[in-house]
T-cell receptor, first 115, second 115 residues
């Protein structure tokens, strides 16, 4: 069974600063997918960024980027130039492979951006 | 309506009541999911439906009964719940295709309180 661990229950950072959220996972699979989801207060969960394990290049989406270390089973999220709208719960998630639709989530990190 | 909608948004019910949660997706997807989100716990996958057929029941107690009449609608029928069933229930949908990654789109959730 796969497990996802987010060791930072809460974080806060000043607006415009850079913050990194950590995520580690455990799996015996060689091919899989990793995701970061964002859940703003009282709003819907949305996908922030995703990474295919077979790709060595780290995924980036505008201000969001990941540091994917496959050997270490680490998948951190970096948010650059943080904005007030980035305040949310962030969940790291694992999917074994395509065709297997089960997402395994971590417990989340509550990120607060301070004005 | 766009995306994934859920009704009601909030529900308070007694342990002897029977109620239903409704989810509707407007994205043309063919897979739908129920998740349970409890405080300080990872999101738990409850049920998966692919093409209206249940493909996953993650050891969910029988007091939760899902129904998927078509690929756009998903229900969760509730009866004789326990206080520990109080949680945010999230619905999601995705397009399951052969090959490729299928992002799950989430609804806003139903906040359920069992008294």
């Amino acid at each position: 069974a796969q497990t996802v661990t987010q060791s930072q229950p809460e974080m806060s950072v000043q607006e415009a600063e850079t913050v990194t959220l950590s995520c580690t996972y455990d799996t015996s699979e060689s091919n899989y997918y990793l995701f970061w989801y964002k859940q703003p207060p009282s709003r819907q969960m949305i996908l922030v960024i995703r990474q295919e394990a077979y790709k060595q290049q780290n995924a980036t989406e505008n201000r969001f980027s990941v540091n994917f270390q496959k050997a270490a089973k680490s998948f951190s999220l970096k948010i650059s130039d943080s904005q007030l709208g980035d305040t949310a719960m962030y969940f790291c998630a694992f999917m074994r492979d395509f065709g297997n639709e089960k997402l395994t989530f971590g417990t989340g990190t509550r990120l607060t951006i301070i004005p | 309506e766009t995306g994934v909608t859920q009704t009601p948004r909030h529900l308070v019910m007694g342990m002897t009541n029977k109620k239903s949660l409704k989810c509707e997706q407007h994205l043309g997807h063919n897979a739908m999911y129920w998740y349970k989100q409890s405080a300080k716990k990872p999101l738990e996958l409850m049920f998966v439906y692919n093409f209206k057929e249940q493909t996953e029941n993650n050891s969910v107690p029988s007091r939760f009964s899902p129904e998927c009449p078509n690929s756009s609608h998903l229900f969760l029928h509730l009866h004789t719940l326990q206080p520990e069933d109080s949680a945010l229930y999230l619905c999601a949908s995705s397009q399951v295709i052969g090959g490729g990654l299928n992002e799950q789109y989430f609804g806003p959730g139903t906040r359920l309180t069992v008294t």
